[in-house]
């Protein structure tokens, strides 16, 4: 596959869902600018782990990111810009396989679960509908959407570093 169609490819998959991806990262981050810097961010590097290895769900991974970003933005304290602290400068190959490879974990586990609890944790994380939301959809009560999320959680801790 030629890397210039693959950087289209994954770009163009982002954009579609970019007022998503723009809607999750404005409940994480309250500052319009900040909101923007985070967006970027996790373009930037949502592409340029693409080039590393192909991104099955883009947009998913892309709302992980962005997650990541955001918590890195609210626990940051206010301190002297130093160039060997940026996140793609400092991440090493070893770093990069170590990432692939929890990630790889996190979605065999995921295929592992009970379909229904695949679906409701899918939802609530990965496209952060609301339990209230999920257990009308799927004709749950929101304690049985709470016990399938809290199982799905336990189920990942159990098998990812």
Do not use: C
């Amino acid at each position: 596959m030629n890397n210039n169609n693959s950087d289209y490819s994954i770009t163009s998959e982002l954009l579609k869902e970019e007022s998503k991806l723009k809607g999750v990262i404005r409940k994480w981050v309250a500052e319009q600018h900040d909101q923007a810097d985070v967006y970027q961010e996790t373009l930037t590097t949502v592409i340029e782990q693409h080039q590393q290895s192909p991104i099955k769900n883009p947009i998913a991974y892309a709302i992980t990111v962005a997650r990541h970003f955001a918590w890195k933005l609210g626990n940051r304290s206010f301190e002297v810009y130093d160039e060997s602290s940026d996140l793609r400068e400092s991440h090493s190959a070893e770093d990069s396989l170590l990432q692939n490879e929890q990630i790889e974990k996190i979605q065999q586990v995921l295929n592992a679960m009970p379909p229904m609890r695949q679906q409701v944790f899918i939802r609530r994380r990965l496209h952060n509908q609301s339990r209230e939301q999920i257990a009308q959809d799927l004709d749950l009560s929101e304690e049985a959407v709470k016990k399938h999320i809290s199982r799905a959680l336990a189920q990942i801790a159990m098998h990812v570093d």
